[in-house]
């Protein structure tokens, strides 16, 4: 094993799957010559020729739109968008396209590729390129959706994606790309999509968190421990399909669950989360279900940007709040 962040991680898998299968090719703005904004594809395109890693212009759905078409013609492309705020314009090839393909041809044809996108804030840039509206793709019926919140499960993520028979988008949390570094497994592995994980064991009450807030819902389960509160943190890793089996049993073990999304209160992923939790656990609540979210606004500037996104305060004031009922 290798000590890596995020980035290299995910540098580090895109690196296996070139070399491992000739149809992976990689095209975006700047993932070539400079490495992508990020330093994700950094050094690949000199390694691996400009026929397989491609620089195009900024036209981000000119981006998807020929990633499309080299999946359904067999070739295994890795789009890479530079921040989700700026993929909008690619958003009608996603919807009306990319997860289309396999109901319309009736099973004929199918898009196997991968959508890279940074998400979330946390780095002081305002709105377009802290956005979390991860929601609208996971409401989006025929691709995957998955976002990481550690190197590890980043590179075996990102080489399932791209082994997928199906469009998959893979969310990569802005502000863990190089915050934290761990053991990085050599080579080729999976980390399975569909599958939550349960980091952190607990009996008193569940913390539901992906991406960039597992590590504060981790933090916040530190805190809470000091006062002999045991909290269960689940890392939901695929927001669709989610892995509602894990987050059911963790649910009816602790009866309180906390759900923690960075993106936009209203129709979020955490609602999902509460959804799910009411449907197929009601009768084992202690309490309501309670939701720690980003707000129904633009993101803001920097001055006040981490009074919108999820505090680890904000997590253990919910978690209380659940325990005093």
């Not at 290798?2 to 299968?21: F, I, P």
């Not at 530190?222 to 989610?242: K, N």
């Amino acid at each position: 094993m290798s000590e890596m962040n995020m980035a290299q991680a995910l540098n580090d898998a895109l690196a296996v799957a070139l070399e491992a299968d000739p149809r992976v090719v990689l095209i975006g703005e700047d993932v070539g010559t400079t490495g992508g904004v990020f330093r994700v594809t950094d050094g690949l395109q000199q390694r691996f020729g400009d026929e397989r890693v491609i620089d195009t212009p900024v036209a981000e759905s000119g981006i998807v739109g020929a990633a499309f078409g080299m999946a359904i013609a067999g070739m295994r492309p890795v789009a890479e968008i530079q921040f989700l705020g700026f993929s909008y314009p690619a958003y009608d090839q996603v919807v009306s396209h990319v997860g289309r393909i396999r109901n319309r041809s009736n099973h004929r044809f199918s898009a196997p590729m991968v959508i890279r996108i940074p998400f979330g804030g946390g780095i002081g840039a305002a709105e377009h390129h802290s956005e979390a509206s991860e929601a609208m793709y996971a409401h989006t019926p025929g691709i995957k959706v998955v976002a990481p919140a550690t190197p590890a499960t980043a590179k075996g993520l990102l080489l399932a994606a791209i082994e997928d028979a199906d469009p998959v988008v893979f969310l990569e949390p802005i502000r863990v790309y190089r915050a934290i570094k761990e053991e990085v497994p050599e080579g080729h592995y999976l980390t399975p999509i569909g599958r939550a994980e349960v980091v952190r064991e607990g009996a008193d009450a569940t913390i539901v968190a992906y991406g960039a807030m597992v590590r504060d819902a981790l933090k916040a389960a530190d805190a809470l421990a000091a006062d002999s509160v045991a909290v269960e943190v689940v890392d939901l890793r695929t927001l669709s399909p989610i892995d509602a089996a894990t987050v059911v049993a963790s649910a009816v073990k602790t009866g309180r669950v906390v759900a923690v999304s960075e993106g936009h209160r209203t129709a979020g992923i955490a609602s999902e989360i509460v959804a799910i939790v009411q449907e197929k656990a009601l009768y084992s609540l202690l309490a309501p279900v309670a939701r720690v979210t980003g707000w129904d606004t633009v993101v803001p500037l920097k001055r006040t940007e981490q009074h919108h996104i999820p505090s680890v305060g904000r997590i253990v004031a919910a978690v209380r709040r659940t325990l005093e009922d």
